[in-house]
Every structure is written in structure tokens, then in C-alpha cells.
């Protein structure tokens, strides 16, 4: 069987098309003024015993302001959870924490290190009962209610 090339054509354009929008994300990327960093980091932390300290903080991702007036100190080695519906502004919460927004008002400090779990949900094209156990054998017992 011959296969002409005219059969991976429209799969090159394709790829061509995504290759163009990347390399433009990525040039507009690289030509974005450096930010000055705004969170204190753990050599100007002069306040011992604080992992996460935000005063009055309020955080934006544009112009308009997400977060406002946050106050929150943690403790380092402190297991934090943040729960909330759809909309709240955990993800935010976080992406304020990490730097990735920026800070308008007040202050943000932020000691040692730090790690979190991200709310991706994921499950495979496969059964319940594949996508429960993954790959592990049923343990009937285990399962039984």
C-alpha cells in the first residue's frame, strides 16, 4: 500500500498553525518588562517564627483588584488547608503566596519553603473500579461495606 504524502498534509498545516501561536506567546513572554519582586523572602524576614505572614495584603491579576485586605500568619511546619467553592479564590490565595500576583497594598512575607497539592482532577478511560484501584489488585475485604 502507498501512502501519499498528501495524507499528512493537513496534519503539517495543523502543527505549522500551532507552532506559529506558540512562538508568539513566547516572544510576547519574553519581551514582558522584569517585575520587581514584592513578597519579603526568607533573608529579609526579620520576624522569627512566621512562615507566611500577609498584613492588609490585596493582590490583582491585571488592573483590577481579586484579593483584598487578606491578613493571615502561619507558622512554619503548620499543615494549612484551604477549602472553598468554585470561585472563591483559593487558587488565587495560592498564586498570591507563590508571586505570581501583584501585591497592591499592604504587606506579604514569606519564610523557608513551602508545598501544595493543585486541584487537578484527572481519571482514566477505563472502569470505576480501574480508575479506584490503579493498577493495584482488589482487596475484597478492603472494599467491602
Known amino acids: 500500500m502507498r501512502v501519499s504524502i498528501t495524507n499528512y498534509l493537513p496534519v503539517a498545516i495543523e502543527r505549522f498553525a500551532e507552532m506559529l501561536a506558540a512562538s508568539k506567546r513566547i516572544d510576547a513572554f519574553m519581551r514582558l ?53 468554585v470561585g472563591a479564590g483559593k487558587s488565587s490565595l495560592l498564586s498570591a503566596i507563590l508571586g505570581e500576583m501583584t501585591l497592591v497594598d499592604g504587606t506579604s512575607r514569606v519564610r523557608g519553603s513551602f508545598a501544595y497539592a493543585v486541584q487537578s482532577p484527572w481519571i482514566f478511560a477505563d472502569t470505576i473500579r480501574a480508575n479506584i484501584l490503579l493498577g493495584k489488585p482488589f482487596d475484597e475485604q478492603r472494599y467491602a461495606s
Open 33 to 85: 518588562t522584569k517585575i520587581q519582586e514584592q513578597i519579603t523572602t526568607d533573608e529579609q524576614n526579620e520576624t522569627i517564627g512566621i512562615g507566611i505572614s500577609m498584613n492588609n495584603a490585596s493582590f490583582s491579576w491585571s488592573e483590577t483588584t481579586c484579593l483584598n485586605n487578606l491578613t493571615i500568619n502561619s507558622e512554619p511546619g503548620t499543615l494549612v488547608g484551604i477549602v472553598g467553592p
